[in-house]
């Protein structure tokens, strides 16, 4: 009788990284329906074009690399990099826009780091700020929430919708119009209050902006369900939406014409949400422990508010979250856990000093 | 009921310790062989005390301890000495190490043994000495010698003695069943070890909420004896010993530190039972309960095996099925090792004999790459980054791998359970704790060799710098006799009018033995003797010129010598330095003469 040698432990834990990848795919549902209700088909066909181009890209570069290609996708981690951007992307994009960027984050943020697990910044991020320094127009065109839409028109169809991001048609007037982000950048001279009662973006909303505070609460609940999954802690979500809340709170300067907005409008317009549980938990970009991921987030937050508040660009979670990977392996070297037995936590570069 | 605290991370794998308890601790036969390890334990191994084909009775001693740290062997069974040689061992290696094979006789004949039953009035040391001569070693991990763990050299008195009974590793029962078929003698052990220890304040049994009914079969034997049991939620690893510390007193142990330096000692419970069989039976430890499960075996459950057992011979009278699993593992699904094949023995640290079907335990699935998702991070329980360890492993970074305590790793597995990449995390962390181990000692032996060619180095110069000062001490010295002897001449004065002026040469600088001076002096008053003065002032005259001439010569040579830097310096300086003293003895002969 000769057995075999394995180390231990034998006995491991029944979920695999594909179920993970799954996982998080199947909590962005909620996300897509709310834009999809919200802002029509654009953002399936995004997330579906990204989802063909993420897929043939990773197949072309694993066979390139020599590797095996259906170990390989099988992780679904391009699907992952690929809805996010599809989802971050303006619904009605051209075609080409979100091929440029699928094809962007994949072959160049990702593989060419070394594939997954290797990639220093969030390749789905990295996809999206080239594509807003390169085609600002194509980015920044966003379609009109559902509830501002002119009266009598709605959203084009799934076909309409097809020939709008891929045969270039125009769509209707008014379907396209500002975020309420946007609104808040040009809104110099009126007080919170007089831009809520004007803008049809926030008298026909809730508490938000139309359509955006149910894409953000969306995006919230399919963060919840991941939370609950433990697929992520609490640290960089709630260090993000705590921070962004803290700025706002600080500088809303009591609705007067030169505040950025109310608290909940930062953390319910925008990529708030989303950024918050889909972008900034991508863990293999982020710092390493709890206390880590904390910091981490609470700088990617701080960063959204600087740029929306005082920065070139409405929103800019993707800005902040490509400058706190940055800062990753600098927050890893100062947030060791204290171990067991020991007084004090560790720097990581401790021993390299000496 | 007493506080406890919770440890961070920690996992819940499936337990499966139903299986193997729903019969009570069975006897198998005989085994026809028994081979005993001479180390079981942690420490130096014992050494054989028999002689091949000698016949030993039951609980003989075969092998003896050697020096502080280490247990004696018995023989576990009646029989005859087979074999003293090399054996495949329990050891996650597949080594061979030296074993005492016994051909049993099937009578099982008991040595003569005799224990106490008044321990309360023998002195400590003596009962130490009972528990260390009946070869008891730690029952639950590392098998550290139980005298020596008892006897902690008394720094400070033992206030807390905690008995781990959590048996956190699924499918092991081996703790539970014999707590519930024998508490009465554990508890009696569990006194043993208080007497020994002068009585701690504080005496705990550290069990998990899994094992009611060893909890309920514990609960009338302590009751009024100052033994609390403390129940605690059942999470991996909890039966560690920094982890059950931990979670009994709040205390952590400090990096580095043992128990005994915090005032507790920490024992399992299967070792206090055999504590009590040494003490009140006087019985040797040479038996001890091992699971025996997995669903490859045909009836799980638990076997009071004697050491040495072949698992073969378990594995055998429980039908097991070698087609139905590809491992078989001496101890528990996290922290258990694969068994390189059924010859191996049972050891007194043997828990339990997994032997698992591939519906259980599958093939392990090729690793996916590392996505940091920190889930090791969170199962952690002494709260390291694994993911982080994980890298630096791979990239061989011994120093960010310390930095991130790798050594306060205690392998437990918890990491590479929850991974869903399916890593081998605690693999890697071995690979480099051996890794970093070996730097070490290689850095130990090359500091030692550097500092021995420095000292070489530096004893060499040191030589050479006293050479150098000699050196210049003689050339001094003969460039002050040709600078008295050209004065001489340039006065015009004649040697003889010389000579009273010679004892002013500076022999004083050049080191010269007194016993040559005397030798000389001795010699120079025989010579006296026999010729007439002026013969012998003649002949000195004669002889000073000719040195004079020698001296001259050398010393041009010698100046040579020193500017072309050839080897020859120190020859040269020689003959000239002999050179001189013969003139120098010669002038002083001649003032003897002239007085």
């Known amino acids: 009788m000769a057995f075999k040698q394995v180390s231990s432990p034998h006995a491991h834990a029944a979920q695999n990284t594909s179920q993970v990848m799954k996982l998080v795919l199947l909590a962005t549902i909620p996300g897509l329906a709310a834009l999809t209700w919200q802002f029509g088909w654009g953002s399936f066909i995004n997330v579906v074009l990204a989802s063909v181009t993420a897929v043939v890209c990773e197949a072309a570069i694993v066979k390139m690399r020599g590797r095996s290609i259906s170990f390989y996708l099988g992780d679904y981690s391009a699907v992952v990099t690929a809805v996010l951007l599809g989802l971050a992307l303006p619904p009605l994009a051209p075609w080409w826009v979100v091929v440029v960027g699928t094809v962007f984050s994949i072959v160049v943020a990702k593989q060419l780091y070394g594939g997954l697990g290797y990639n220093p910044f969030n390749p789905a991020m990295v996809g999206y700020v080239v594509l807003l320094i390169s085609f600002p127009?194509?980015?920044?065109?966003?379609?009109?929430?559902?509830?501002?839409?002119?009266?009598?028109?709605?959203?084009?169809?799934?076909?309409?919708?097809?020939?709008?991001?891929?045969?270039?048609?125009?769509?209707?007037?008014?379907?396209?119009?500002?975020?309420?982000?946007?609104?808040?950048?040009?809104?110099?001279?009126?007080?919170?209050?007089?831009?809520?009662?004007?803008?049809?973006?926030?008298?026909?909303?809730?508490?938000?902006?139309?359509?955006?505070?149910?894409?953000?609460?969306?995006?919230?609940?399919?963060?919840?369900?991941?939370?609950?999954?433990?697929?992520?802690?609490?640290?960089?979500?709630?260090?993000?939406?705590?921070?962004?809340?803290?700025?706002?709170?600080?500088?809303?300067?009591?609705?007067?014409?030169?505040?950025?907005?109310?608290?909940?409008?930062?953390?319910?317009?925008?990529?708030?949400?989303?950024?918050?549980?889909?972008?900034?938990?991508?863990?293999?970009?982020?710092?390493?422990?709890?206390?880590?991921?904390?910091?981490?987030?609470?700088?990617?937050?701080?960063?959204?508010?600087?740029?929306?508040?005082?920065?070139?660009?409405?929103?800019?979670?993707?800005?902040?979250?490509?400058?706190?990977?940055?800062?990753?392996?600098?927050?890893?070297?100062?947030?060791?856990?204290?171990?067991?037995?020991?007084t004090d936590r560790r720097r990581a570069t401790e021993k390299e000093e000496d | 009921m007493s506080r406890t605290w919770v440890t961070p991370g920690g996992v819940h794998p499936p337990e499966n310790k139903h299986q193997s308890v729903t019969l009570p601790i069975g006897q198998l036969p005989i085994p026809e062989k028994l081979v005993i390890p001479l180390s079981q334990h942690i420490g130096a191994p014992a050494t054989p005390c028999v002689e091949m084909g000698q016949q030993v009775l039951k609980g003989q001693v075969i092998a003896q301890a050697v020096g502080m740290v280490s247990i004696p062997m018995h023989a576990p069974s009646s029989g005859t000495i087979s074999a003293i040689e090399h054996r495949p061992i329990a050891h996650a290696s597949g080594m061979l190490a030296p074993c005492i094979e016994i051909t049993t006789d099937g009578a099982d004949t008991w040595i003569e043994h005799q224990g106490i039953s008044d321990y309360e009035h023998i002195a400590p040391r003596k009962l130490l000495e009972m528990v260390g001569n009946a070869g008891i070693s730690g029952m639950g991990g590392a098998g550290f010698p139980s005298a020596v763990k008892l006897n902690p050299g008394r720094q400070r008195p033992i206030d807390t003695l905690i008995v781990n009974a959590t048996e956190c590793e699924p499918y092991i029962t081996a703790d539970d069943s014999a707590i519930r078929e024998r508490a009465g003698e554990i508890i009696e052990g569990i006194k043993i070890l208080s007497a020994i220890l002068d009585h701690p304040t504080n005496i705990m049994i550290g069990i998990e909420d899994n094992k009611p009914e060893a909890i309920a079969a514990l609960a009338p034997h302590v009751e009024g004896s100052g033994?609390?049991?403390?129940?605690?939620?059942?999470?991996?690893?909890?039966?560690?010993?920094?982890?059950?510390?931990?979670?009994?007193?709040?205390?952590?142990?400090?990096?580095?530190?043992?128990?005994?330096?915090?005032?507790?000692?920490?024992?399992?419970?299967?070792?206090?039972?055999?504590?009590?069989?040494?003490?009140?039976d006087g019985e040797p430890l040479i038996s001890r309960v091992t699971t025996v499960t997995g669903d490859a075996v045909g009836t799980p459950r638990n076997y009071d095996t004697l050491i040495g057992t072949p698992v073969r011979h378990l594995l055998e009278h429980n039908q097991f099925d070698e087609q139905a699993g590809g491992r078989v593992v001496m101890g528990g699904p996290m922290m258990g090792f694969t068994l390189p094949s059924a010859d191996v023995p049972i050891v007194k640290t043997t828990n339990c004999i997994l032997a698992p079907s591939y519906a259980e335990i599958p093939d392990d699935d090729p690793a996916q790459p590392c996505i940091r998702c920190g889930m090791c991070a969170e199962a952690c329980p002494v709260s390291l980054l694994p993911q982080q360890l994980f890298w630096y492993a791979q990239a061989e970074e011994h120093d960010r791998l310390e930095a991130h305590n790798l050594f306060d790793c205690i392998e437990c597995g918890a990491c590479s359970y929850v991974c869903p990449s399916n890593i081998p995390l605690v693999q890697y962390y071995r690979a480099a704790k051996g890794d970093i181990r070996q730097a070490r000692e290689e850095k130990v032996k090359s500091d030692h060799a550097r500092d021995r060619f420095e000292f070489h180095k530096e004893r060499i110069e040191q030589a050479e710098r006293e050479k150098e000062v000699k050196r210049a001490a003689r050339r001094e010295a003969t460039q002050q006799a040709k600078a008295d002897h050209l004065a001489a001449t340039a006065n015009g004065s004649a040697v003889s009018s010389a000579a009273p002026s010679a004892p002013a040469t500076p022999t004083g600088a050049v080191p010269s033995s007194s016993a040559a001076d005397i030798i000389a002096a001795a010699q120079a008053r025989a010579a006296a003797k026999q010729a007439s003065p002026e013969d012998q002032r003649a002949k000195l005259e004669r002889t000073i010129a000719s040195a004079e001439q020698r001296l001259k010569m050398a010393e041009e040579k010698l100046a040579e010598a020193v500017d072309s830097d050839s080897g020859k310096q120190d020859k040269l300086s020689a003959a000239v330095e002999n050179t001189r003293q013969k003139l120098e003895q010669s002038k002083s002969k001649l003032a003897e003469l002239a007085e």
Request: proline share 7%; aromatic share 12%.
């Open chain 1, 137 to 342: 127009i194509q980015m920044t065109t966003w379609v009109a929430p559902l509830a501002l839409l002119p009266a009598g028109a709605a959203h084009p169809g799934l076909i309409e919708s097809l020939q709008i991001v891929f045969a270039g048609y125009s769509p209707a007037d008014g379907v396209t119009g500002a975020t309420p982000l946007d609104v808040f950048k040009h809104s110099s001279g009126l007080l919170v209050d007089q831009v809520y009662d004007r803008e049809p973006l926030f008298n026909q909303a809730m508490f938000a902006g139309a359509g955006w505070e149910w894409v953000n609460l969306g995006f919230l609940l399919g963060g919840i369900i991941l939370l609950s999954q433990r697929i992520f802690t609490w640290h960089g979500p709630v260090g993000m939406l705590g921070a962004l809340a803290l700025m706002s709170i600080l500088f809303w300067d009591s609705g007067s014409s030169s505040s950025p907005g109310s608290p909940l409008m930062h953390l319910f317009s925008g990529a708030s949400m989303m950024g918050a549980f889909f972008i900034l938990t991508d863990p293999v970009s982020s710092a390493v422990s709890n206390r880590g991921r904390l910091i981490f987030g609470a700088l990617i937050g701080v960063l959204v508010y600087v740029i929306r508040a005082w920065g070139n660009y409405p929103d800019a979670v993707a800005f902040a979250v490509l400058l706190a990977n940055f800062a990753a392996p600098f927050i890893d070297n100062y947030t060791l856990p204290r171990t067991y037995g020991h």
């Open chain 2, 227 to 280: 033994i609390s049991v403390v129940v605690f939620p059942t999470k991996y690893p909890s039966g560690g010993e920094k982890q059950l510390i931990y979670i009994l007193t709040g205390k952590e142990l400090p990096a580095g530190k043992l128990p005994a330096d915090e005032g507790m000692v920490c024992i399992n419970i299967g070792t206090t039972y055999a504590i009590k069989r040494a003490v009140i």
